[in-house]
């Protein structure tokens, strides 16, 4: 497949997903009374996603001159997978809470990226992975008191 085919293609896909990601944080809610309701965050991240994903669609369907190279099958299932992978996360987000399944996205994102499952890479992706997601807990949840859907652990 052509890089300028798939550019296109995946730009007009994120354009889409971030216009799907705004119409769900109205959804939620912007506002409360407490200050910024779930859907705060959700609808910044999707504005920026629809955002940039339009400026790359205009970018790719302007430029007649496009890298001459092409892009293979194991890069196309790389992508996919992490698709899958982030689309899985949001399918259980409302469900599991915003917290308890990021550390398995990242590690899933880890792996599909590249693949290696020797045990001191595992504990060094799985140990980044928690970290991360306490540092996103004190910053949305403590700092920033974002309202955020709780999981059946209670964050």
Known sequence: M???TLDTA???LFFAFGIWIVAQAFALG????????PGTFPLIA???VAL????????????QEAPRDAIGLPEIAKVLGITVATVVYLAVFGTLGAFLPLPFLMI?????????????????????SIAFTFA????FEVGLRILLPEGPLGF
């Open 108 to 128: 899933a994102i880890s792996l599909i990226i590249h693949w290696r499952v020797d045990l001191r890479w595992l504990a060094i992706i799985t140990a980044i």
């Open 30 to 37: 912007i506002t409360s009374d407490a200050g910024p309701a």
């Open 2 to 4: 052509r890089i300028r």
């Open 46 to 48: 999707g504005a920026l």
């Open 10 to 12: 995946a730009a007009a």
């Open 136 to 139: 996103c807990y004190l910053i």
């Open 52 to 63: 940039f994903s339009a400026a790359a669609l205009v970018r790719s369907l302007r430029h």
